[in-house]
């Protein structure tokens, strides 16, 4: 049974920072590619990032780029999200999904695993 745990998320002020973690169980997570999505009350869920199996690729979307960075520790099954320069904008409910493709992708329709989600508040 595969899960992806999430943890890492809270409050912060407007110009802080957080790193969230997801970690891995019960699939080959060393050749499986990762990503972040978030969603915000009312809102559909956004593609935030990906990260390639070997972390060798990464994708991001527009609002986050120079912000945020993916990585990943295969050697503990986790992927991590470091988020700087954090804006209320940024505020909602952030994902953790596990492709069973090795290659970054936007589309969460290309995931095959999510996490429950862990809730990120950005006050101004």
């Known amino acids: 049974q595969v899960q992806l745990v999430e943890s890492g998320g809270g409050l912060v002020q407007a110009g802080g920072s957080l790193r969230l973690s997801c970690e891995a169980s019960?699939?080959?997570?060393?050749?499986?590619?990762a990503g972040w999505f978030r969603q915000a009350p009312g809102k559909e869920r956004e593609f935030v990032a990906s990260?390639?199996?070997?972390?060798?690729?990464?994708i991001y979307a527009d609002s986050v780029k120079g912000r945020f960075t993916i990585s990943r520790d295969n050697a503990k099954s986790t992927v991590y999200l470091q988020m700087n320069s954090l804006n209320p904008e940024d505020t909602a409910v952030y994902y953790c999904?596990?492709?069973?493709?090795?290659?970054?992708?936007?589309?969460?329709?290309?995931?095959?695993?999510w996490g429950q989600g862990t809730q990120v508040t950005v006050s101004s």
């Open positions: 999904a596990a492709r069973r493709g090795a290659g970054v992708r936007n589309d969460r329709g290309q995931y095959d695993y």
């Open positions: 990260i390639s199996w070997i972390g060798g690729s990464t």
């Open positions: 019960g699939l080959t997570f060393s050749t499986s590619a």
